[in-house]
C-alpha cells in the first residue's frame, strides 16, 4: 500500500542530514563548553536523530490525521507522534551530541521535507487509495 511505501521513503529521507552537514561542517559541543555524555561522530548540524524523527513520526502523524476516525484515540496517537521528535531533540542536547540549534536545524529540515513527502504522497495517491476519516 502507498502509505506503507511513504513511511519507508520517510526513514530513508532522514539521510539527507547526512549531506546537509558535509556542507555545515558544523563540529559537535566539546567536554570543555558543555557536559558531552555521548560521544557521537561525524558533523553535529543539523541533528540527524531529529530530522529522522520528525519524518517519520510526522508522516505517521499526518496519517493518523486521515485514517483514524475515533477523535479520542486519534489525539492520542498524535500526542505521541509530537512528544517523540520533542523528546529526542532535548535527549540530543542534554547528551551533549548536539547544541540546540542544531537540533532547531533538524526540526526545520525535517518539517521541510516531511512538506513535500505529504505533498507527493498526496499526489500519488488515487481516488479509490486516499486516506479517510
Not at 78 to 84: A, G, M, R
Request: hydrophobic share 55%; with cysteine; proline share 6%.
Amino acid at each position: 500500500n502507498l502509505a506503507a511505501l511513504f513511511v519507508l521513503i520517510s526513514v530513508g529521507l532522514s539521510s539527507f542530514g547526512s549531506l546537509i552537514k558535509e556542507f555545515a561542517e558544523r563540529p559537535r559541543p566539546v567536554a570543555s563548553v558543555v557536559e558531552v555524555n555521548e560521544q557521537a561522530t561525524g558533523f553535529s548540524f543539523p541533528s540527524g536523530h531529529v530530522l529522522g524523527s520528525v519524518l517519520l513520526w510526522g508522516f505517521l502523524f499526518y496519517l493518523a490525521a486521515m485514517t483514524i476516525p475515533h477523535r479520542a484515540l486519534r489525539l492520542i496517537v498524535q500526542t505521541f507522534c509530537l512528544l517523540v521528535p520533542l523528546l529526542t531533540g532535548l535527549q540530543r542536547v542534554q547528551a551533549g551530541a548536539h547544541w540546540p540549534s542544531d537540533v532547531f536545524g533538524g526540526f526545520l529540515w525535517g518539517l521541510i521535507l516531511l512538506f513535500l513527502l505529504i505533498k507527493a504522497f498526496n499526489h500519488l495517491s488515487l481516488p479509490d487509495e486516499s486516506p479517510s476519516r
